[in-house]
DNA sequence: GCCTAAGTAGAGGGATTATTCTACATCGTC
DNA sequence: GACGATGTAGAATAATCCCTCTACTTAGGC
């Protein structure tokens, strides 16, 4: 991905995370990544490639945040991902999975479902191995999802339950 | 509501379900209601009421689906919970909640998000109080928010996640 | 100083959109 | 059998959409 490219996908990706993806024309996405319609056009050559693009780089930036500095294997390793995901909501989130609402703005783009599923599949994978709980990943991903879907809801409060339910897992 | 403004709700959940809810035109919609245009204009005059109208139907129909006939206080009844909202998302909601849908295609509009936020409270209050634990509400919240958004990708073992997970609910 | 590559600004095409409007059909009731 | 309410079918409108295109500018290498 050359530099340009990234800066675009990076201001895509604010737009159709503040007016999600059904709402900004190619124009609006024109202004958001800052450059002329035609270079926009170059790198991405059509209005869906926008999306796939902005995901990408949401998809990258989501994995550094999560996972950066995160010490494996430690007993803590669960609740600091949990922070780590609140954090995010509260910065970057307030409407929930960027993922999930792409999906649901075009439930028939096979293309953008299989992006979900393997964003989903990736945390899902790096957060069971480093957290020592290979056999408990759809527990940790039932947590996680509810999490950062009741969080829009229930703020802090949903953080303390994702905590709680955690204890239980490793603990059969 | 009247009979027909219903029948028309009915078939508009069913599209919005299929389809999502940035693809079908209004036209799709007058299809799917099985009325004349000026008719689907008359009950419910603009694209917006639509949508209100079919998350409306949605949700009366999610209630009844959930707590017909649910038994207060036994200590299967969050697993009776669990596994009709499982059967739910088999039968009508493969990709997910709609309301979420809904809020995702256009996150800017407020009633839309009241109307989520109205729908997920008094599932929860109904819920924690049916089951006996009525502090438990986030906790329960985040458990049945996490399967439905996890369901699709995973499908049955996210039902048994929750079941597990709903266990160290009442044990503390 | 010229040339190529890569950018900007912006007009416009062609298709689709939500909504309104006209003209006609049906049906129960008096 | 006439009437008003309520329906249907579908044309017309005005706006908006994605995308392409032309014409002009900038910047760096030889």
């Known amino acids: 991905m050359s530099e340009q490219k990234s800066k675009i996908a990076a201001g895509l990706e604010r737009e ?12 609006d996405l024109r202004d958001a990544s800052g450059v002329s319609l035609r270079t926009l056009y170059k790198y991405l050559p059509s209005r869906d490639e926008m999306v796939y693009a902005a995901l990408e780089h949401r998809h990258h930036r989501y994995l550094a945040h999560i996972f950066d500095d995160l010490e494996q294997g430690q007993s803590e390793t669960l609740n600091t991902v949990i ?24 439930p028939a783009d096979d293309r953008l479902r299989n992006l979900l599923i393997r964003h989903k599949a990736e945390i899902a994978d ?28 229930q703020g802090q409060a949903a953080v303390d339950s994702a905590k709680r339910l955690c204890t239980s897992i490793g603990q059969n």
């Open 16 to 27: 159709f995370a503040a007016r999600g993806f059904a709402e900004p024309s190619v124009e």
């Open 83 to 106: 922070e780590r995901i609140a954090e995010w909501m509260k910065k970057e989130a307030s409407h929930g999975c960027l993922f999930h609402s792409a999906v649901a703005a075009a």
């Open 126 to 153: 790096k957060v069971s191995r480093i957290a020592n709980l290979p056999g408990k990943q759809t527990d940790i991903i039932l947590v996680l999802e509810g999490l950062t879907q009741s969080w829009p809801l």
